[in-house]
């Protein structure tokens, strides 16, 4: 077989989560590992959306606990492996251990853009435990080129094999993508990679920017199935990249059966860029927060879309979503007091 350019790495089943309130059956489960597992995805990642330990009232319980889920998706593979996410702060090292006996060949630690420092210790334990170990720079948008040399710098040091460009909010352009990971590619020895969002429709784009420069590790969903719009959709890079003349290594019927005739079916709605998700964007905001914006739109009676630009103002970011109820309840209060006026 032709030597992949790159490696595509699916998020369907985690990223999914915040999509489907993390509600994923076992049976989901494993039908799209089956899918995955036939198409030539090589990684594909299953966890809570916010990664293991997510399942809390404040990120949303799973309906199925990821051990289980893990253990299922790792039955059904034949030749993938199964990825998971951890944020430290919600994760443990121990969820890790756990996680590596359900059979997890892959971790990736994701922190703020700045704040690359609290992830040693896990970054650590990937390798020491034999893991394909990976650094997520979440909300890249908010930090500049040269912070984000240094904070990639930072977990390379840690064991880091990858570095990860992360557009959580979707506001990245092609050439705020392009300028980050050359500038990686110049900086590091290990390989650099991009998750994107697709809330200024921007996903595809920016996912190509990103191999164009020089990265060997991207990410997609089935269907687009992820926060807010979705992330870059795996069909379509599967086709696109073909098509641009890159190996992809994906058997692209495959891959359209696994999204059609399993994902399709169980998404609770289609991913399309809402108003809501189209702020998002604009504003810069985590794009997990969409759903918990409409649940405190619709118990205080506010906007959701002033509710997300307002969070924009404030420079939120992921861990913070108690503050989506506080912004909607205040902003609740003044509109009862202007009326009272």
Do not use: W
């Amino acid at each position: 077989m032709t030597e992949r350019s790159f490696e595509l790495i699916d998020v369907t089943l985690r990223d999914g989560s915040h999509a489907m309130k993390h509600a994923f059956t076992e049976e989901q489960v494993r039908e799209t590992a089956r899918g995955l597992d036939r198409a030539g995805i090589n990684y594909f990642e299953v966890s809570h959306g916010d990664g293991l330990g997510g399942s809390s009232l404040q990120y949303g319980l799973s309906k199925t606990d990821e051990l289980k889920l893990i253990e299922a998706a790792v039955d059904e593979c034949q030749q993938a492996n199964v990825s998971v996410l951890l944020l430290p702060g919600i994760g443990t090292k121990s969820d890790v251990e756990e996680a590596v006996k359900a059979g997890a060949k892959m971790l990736r630690v994701a922190t703020h853009v700045t704040e690359a420092d609290v992830a040693a210790q896990h970054i650590s334990l990937g390798r020491e435990l034999g893991l394909k170990t990976v650094g997520f720079l979440m909300m890249a948008h908010m930090a500049s080129t040269e912070k984000i040399v240094e904070q990639a710098k930072l977990f390379e040091s840690y064991g880091a094999e990858i570095v990860y460009v992360t557009d959580s909010a979707g506001a990245m352009l092609p050439n705020d993508v392009t300028e980050k990971i050359s500038a990686l590619k110049q900086a590091l020895s290990c390989e650099i990679g991009f998750h994107g969002h697709n809330n200024l429709s921007m996903a595809m784009a920016n996912t190509i920017a990103a191999v164009e420069a020089g990265a060997t590790y991207i990410d997609g969903s089935l269907r687009c199935l992820g926060a807010g719009s979705g992330n870059t959709q795996t069909e379509v890079m599967a086709a696109v990249f073909e098509k641009l003349g890159y190996q992809t290594g994906i058997n692209l019927y495959e891959i359209m059966d696994a999204a059609n005739n399993v994902v399709a079916d169980y998404m609770q709605r289609p991913q399309e860029i809402t108003g809501s998700s189209l702020i998002l964007g604009y504003s810069g905001v985590y794009s997990s927060f969409l759903l918990h914006a409409q649940t405190a739109s619709k118990k205080f009676g506010v906007d959701e879309r002033d509710i997300l630009m307002e969070l924009g103002r404030m420079k939120t970011v992921g861990g913070q979503e108690d503050l989506i109820y506080e912004v909607a309840a205040r902003m609740a209060d003044e509109k009862k007091s202007i009326s009272k006026v």
